[in-house]
Structure formats: C-alpha cells, structure tokens
C-alpha cells in the first residue's frame, strides 16, 4: 500500500485497496499456475527420461533435461513473484518490484547453462561417433593391404 501511494499520490483508499488485491490475486494465479506446470514438467521429464534410456536416444534424454530444467526455471519464477510481491519498508521504499528482473536474469543464467550442457553432451557424442567411425576405416584400409 505505502509504495502504491507514493508512486501516485492521488490516488485514494479505495483504488489502493483494489491495486493491492489485484496484486493478491495475480501472486495467488501465478503460483497455481507455476505449481501446477511444475507437476507436469516432473513427470514429462521422468518420462522422456524413461524412453531415452530404454531407446538409448541422447536427444530423448536431452529434451528430459530440458523438461527437468522448466522445473527449476518455474521454481526461479515463483520465488521471483514471491519476493516482488513484498510490501514496501524502510530500506526499500518503492517496494521490491525489481526482483522480478533479477529473477529474470537468474533464469536466462540457467537457460543458457543448461542449452550450453546440451550442447556440449551433443558434440561430444558426435566427436565420439566419428573416432569410432575413423578407427573402423582405418581397420578396413589395413585389411585390405
């Protein structure tokens, strides 16, 4: 209420009290929304987990990483909404909005950690698939002389 004040002095008790729900209610929204998207981004991925394992299929397993990292990425989401959500207090006079940005930047952190891992996984799949490649050349070349 004190930061909705003092970024608009003109505006009355009841339209602080209607801002101050609304911001409730979007808080309470969100975390149902955020729970219920990490519930089934557990079980996608222990899923996708199962079938690349049993089909023995990196990309199966890499998209089950990719599910497994949307649950920690909603989890930086909400503790994000959670901590901006807080009122306003003498060391924070405007309240604590911003936290919504530097959870956006934790969360750009890990997508770019994780795609990075992917990546390097993939290549060194690769890398490992034309050694196997080059060595059975070599065999053939030597056989054939």
Not at 38 to 51: D, E, G
Not at 106 to 120: D, F, H, K, R, S
Request: proline fraction near 1%; charge should be neutral; include cysteine.
């Amino acid at each position: 209420m004190e930061k909705t004040k003092k970024q608009n002095p003109q505006m009355n008790q009841n339209q602080i009290e209607n801002t101050n729900l609304q911001e409730k209610q979007f808080e309470k929204e969100a975390m149902k929304v955020s729970t219920v998207s990490i519930v089934v981004n557990v079980l996608l991925s222990l899923f996708k987990l199962l079938a690349g394992v049993i089909a023995h299929s990196g990309a199966m397993i890499s998209d089950a990483i990719h599910s497994a990292s949307d649950v920690f990425s909603t989890i930086i989401v909400m503790v994000g909404i959670h901590l901006a959500g807080r009122k306003s207090d003498k060391e924070h006079p405007y309240g604590h909005e911003r936290m919504e940005c530097v959870a956006a930047i934790v969360l750009a952190t890990v997508l770019a950690v994780t795609g990075l891992g992917i990546g390097c996984s993939a290549i060194q799949s690769i890398a490992k698939r034309v050694q196997e490649l080059l060595w059975f050349l070599v065999c053939l070349l030597l056989l054939q002389q």
